[in-house]
């Protein structure tokens, strides 16, 4: 798994808060899909903890994550609509067509679809289609930020446990 950068360029410091919040959004993002480079479909797939929680699944995870906050609350479009399951839990659930090759590709599609919907937008403009009510995006921006550097933390520990 790609570490995150500990060091950081001038240019990057100077950045508005919008590149800012982009840029780490978008290295966890990185970081998450990158943790199933290298892996056979097995230990993708493998459980390590009681939960549905796998390499695999997190990554299917975070693209269900991608489509709550960037699509559902955008767009105000039901989860249904967009094809997504209806509770977290369910987004972990592996079925026998998803590969490492589908998960990782499903996922970098979300993730651009994400940056997509929220271009046009500021930090301070509110999205209506969160199920607790009008939220600023820079609030979705901390959720996003805070709830993928747990799955990365996450990742990190599983594969460490898969590949040592």
């Not at 600023?136 to 590949?163: K, S, V």
Request: proline share 3%; aromatic share 6%.
């Amino acid at each position: 798994m790609s570490a995150l950068p500990h060091t950081f360029t001038e240019d990057v410091i100077n950045q508005d808060a919008r590149t800012q919040f982009d840029t780490f959004l978008d290295e966890h993002r990185r970081a998450l899909n990158e943790c199933l480079d290298g892996l056979t479909e097995e230990q993708a797939r493998r459980r390590l903890v009681a939960s549905r929680t796998t390499l695999l699944g997190l990554v299917k995870h975070a693209t269900f994550v991608e489509k709550v906050w960037f699509d559902e609350a955008i767009t105000c479009r039901s989860r249904a609509e967009i094809g997504i399951p209806a509770t977290p839990d369910e987004s972990f659930i592996l079925e026998d067509h998803d590969t490492i090759a589908s998960i990782q590709r499903a996922h970098a599609e979300a993730c651009s679809e994400s940056r997509q919907a929220a271009s046009s937008l500021g930090l301070d403009d509110f999205v209506l289609g969160n199920r607790r009510g009008p939220l600023p995006l820079r609030w979705i921006y901390l959720h996003m930020l805070r709830e993928l550097a747990q799955h990365c933390g996450h990742a990190d520990i599983l594969r460490e446990q898969i590949t040592r």
